[in-house]
């Protein structure tokens, strides 16, 4: 028992972090109040070195018996990836989360036209629901149990509504909130009930013992039923087609620098999630390296379906807010390819699972940049005082001319979202082919391409609009954020976009590393079956590796 | 005990469940019965008005009233919740050996789960939920 704690001592940092920024949050003094993101950075630096420590792998379990106490050893050297992941891209999201809440009473009150009044401020609550989610994320990637993952999605989830809906005082926040939340207790319900069957159908609520469960049984109708709503509900939480109405509604309902936690957080929740199922069915099926073939059936038609959807409906969008949600969900499909792929022969350029994990980091930071940017546009102040939110490509119109360094983070961010070869997106988009072309999965692979080049439609608007239009006179004035660490946030991501394309060869490693996937607790896998070509991803990988 | 499942092969096994519906019924019936036969009849305006948890029911619908009462009402809920808490730690407390050097890492995490009710008193205390003004 003792040594499962010390896998926790990353949640456990944050988590007294948590309390510390609820108490000073909510001080008299202003200069009190403002430590609550400095500290918050420091307990993810905090956490981020004490989840490197995190030595992968629990005694793995050999022969019939599993272990019920072993941990999370489906795929266990990704406890540490994933914490660490999650601490860096957290300390970005945190640089844009500056002046979020309580802009306008902390105005009043250093006018001197209000006292402190600690009902009314929202500052402690709000960063500790930052963090709240963000524990919440990092306990999903160590669940070795359906209950613990049921607990820790909720944990993701739960604050981000009340986030969403506390984000700006606009009616649209509050709508977004109301119907996030609804929407989202329908996902929760839709995988517990998948989990109930599962449990039903195994016998276990450990994933190990399903797991050995269904390696040893195959996969049951009544738990591949389970598993399909378990999949489902998690499909909300990557916003993936059947349950992505939300998204685009939400995404533009809440402060631009919300929705960024938003497109990062609950994703890399879900996708923790789906690999961790996904796994508990195994890649062991079919030729001996594909899931099962209901199961792969659906999350390919998920996987197709969502990429489409999200790029076709992000044409039709003028509100860059909208085309971003709509890329988000479109990414959810690219991600879903490498999850259809599995862990192939475990290298970097074949593992489905080390495609998923390195695109996580990928979209993550490019991610931060675009919505960065909009969090640090302002428009004209309302009537309650809070400055207008820039949505519409208009106000987007000669960036480059007007703030340089914004509006080429945009470009630089977005271009990489496109997938253009010398930046982050690229990269991360090629272990995601290669990985399905040497899973057999052509025709995915065919989808996939045709979505790229869709996207590049919206994309390049965005771009265009920023770089080649001149600066629009006549509607309303687009000024900067008074808040510093914003723009530093958007910067940090856009450096990250060209850094990391040259120097990710460590993150392309880590990611191989943190994929090890062991289908054969009970049946030692078989080597790759003749047929499914072997060359294509060989024949890449050294092209690849001169891009670096 | 050849069954898994008690209670399918032996009715008897619902009887204190029967008894304690039974009591309950009971109860519930012999107040009212009680209260026909013992107790005062005073009719009145106020006391024939629909109850609707101690506020006026005549009126607007839109009427302010303190939230402070919640927010009372969820610092309990995390007292209580602590409590429930703490009763499966002490059950397990007990079947610790005497002398054995986890009971000092069992007191350590107890004290550490305690310590965060406190920083949720102390939260509500600076957002000023004790304060009746």
Same mark, same amino acid.
């Given at each position: 028992m003792m040594e499962r704690v010390t896998y926790l001592y990353p949640e456990i940092a944050l988590f007294i972090t948590t309390c510390i920024v609820m108490i000073v949050g909510l001080s008299r003094e202003l200069k009190h109040r403002k430590l609550c993101a400095p500290i918050s950075g420091l307990g993810l630096l905090a956490a981020g070195v004490l989840a490197t420590g995190l030595v992968p792998g629990f005694h793995v379990a050999t022969g019939a018996?599993?272990? =019920?106490?072993?941990?999370?050893? &489906? &795929? =266990?050297?990704l406890v540490p990836y994933a914490k660490v992941l999650v601490a860096g891209v957290g300390i970005l999201l945190l640089l844009l989360q500056a002046g979020t809440v309580d802009r306008v009473e902390e105005a009043r009150i250093a006018s001197g036209r209000a006292a402190f009044n600690p009902l009314r401020s929202n500052r402690a609550e709000y960063y500790a629901f930052f963090l709240f989610s963000l524990t919440g994320l990092m306990l999903c990637a160590s669940a070795d149990d359906l209950i613990w993952l049921f607990l820790a999605l909720e944990l993701t989830s739960l604050p981000t509504y009340i986030m969403v809906t506390m #984000?700006? #005082?606009?009616?649209s926040s509050q709508e977004a909130g109301v119907k996030y939340f609804f929407l989202g207790a329908l996902g929760a319900a839709v995988f517990l009930y998948g989990f109930t069957l599962l449990y039903g159908a195994t016998g276990s609520t450990n994933l190990n013992q399903i797991h050995h469960a269904i390696a040893a049984g195959g996969l049951s109708g009544l738990s591949l039923a389970g598993m399909l709503l378990a999949l489902l509900g998690v499909c909300f939480k990557i916003a993936a087609v059947p349950m992505h109405f939300y998204t685009a509604d939400v995404y533009q309902g809440a402060a631009s620098s919300v929705s960024a936690f938003l497109a990062f957080v609950p994703k890399t929740a879900g996708f923790i999630a789906i690999l961790l199922l996904a796994s508990c069915a195994g890649w062991t099926h079919g030729a001996g390296d594909s899931l099962p073939d209901a199961l792969r059936t659906v999350l390919w038609v998920i996987a197709a379906l969502t990429m489409t959807v999200g790029n076709v409906l992000a044409i039709w969008q003028n509100s860059v807010k909208r085309i971003l949600a709509y890329s988000s969900i479109a990414h959810s499909g690219y991600m879903l390819v490498g999850v259809v792929a599995g862990p192939g022969g475990g290298t970097f350029a074949t593992s489905g699972i080390a495609a998923v994990l390195f695109y996580l980091l990928c979209y993550g930071v490019m991610n931060i940049g675009t919505f960065g940017v909009l969090a640090c546009l302002e428009g004209r102040a309302g009537a309650d005082g809070e400055p207008a939110e820039i949505e519409s490509l208009d106000d987007l119109r000669g960036l480059c001319q007007r703030h340089p360094v914004l509006g080429w983070t945009m470009v630089i961010c977005t271009l990489s979202l496109l997938g253009l070869p010398p930046l982050l997106g690229f990269f991360g988009k090629v272990p995601l082919f290669t990985s399905a072309i040497s899973a057999g999965e052509i025709p995915l692979v065919v989808v996939l391409g045709l979505n790229s080049a869709i996207a590049a439609f919206y994309y390049l608007r965005i771009v265009g609009s920023c770089l080649l239009e001149k600066p629009e006179t006549t509607t309303g004035i687009v000024r900067v954020t008074p808040f510093g660490s914003r723009p530093a946030g958007a910067l940090a991501s856009a450096a990250g976009v060209i850094v990391l394309a040259i120097f990710g060869n460590g993150f392309m490693a880590a990611s191989e590393k943190a994929a090890a996937y062991d289908g054969g607790h009970v049946e030692k896998k078989e080597p790759r079956a003749a047929g499914v070509p072997e060359t294509a991803p060989q024949a890449l990988g050294p092209a690849k590796a001169e891009g670096h | 005990m050849d069954s898994p499942i008690l209670a399918t092969t032996d009715l008897s096994s619902y009887l204190p469940i029967v008894l304690v519906v039974l009591m309950a019924v009971g109860f519930a019936m012999a107040n009212i019965v009680l209260t026909m036969l013992l107790g005062p009849r005073r009719a009145g305006r106020t006391k024939g008005m629909t109850y609707e948890a101690g506020m006026n029911p005549v009126g607007t619908a839109r009427k302010r009233f303190n939230v402070r009462f919640y927010l009372i009402a969820m610092v309990f809920l995390v007292f209580d919740v602590e409590i429930i808490f703490l009763y499966p730690w002490a059950s397990t407390f007990a079947n610790l050996a005497p002398g054995s050097d986890q009971s000092l890492v069992w007191l350590v995490r107890i004290l550490f789960f305690l310590f965060t009710t406190v920083v949720a008193y102390l939260y509500g205390f600076r957002k000023g939920v004790f304060k009746f003004d």
């Open positions: 018996e599993v272990d =019920p106490t072993a941990g999370q050893i &489906l &795929l =266990p050297n #984000s700006t #005082s606009r009616h | -």
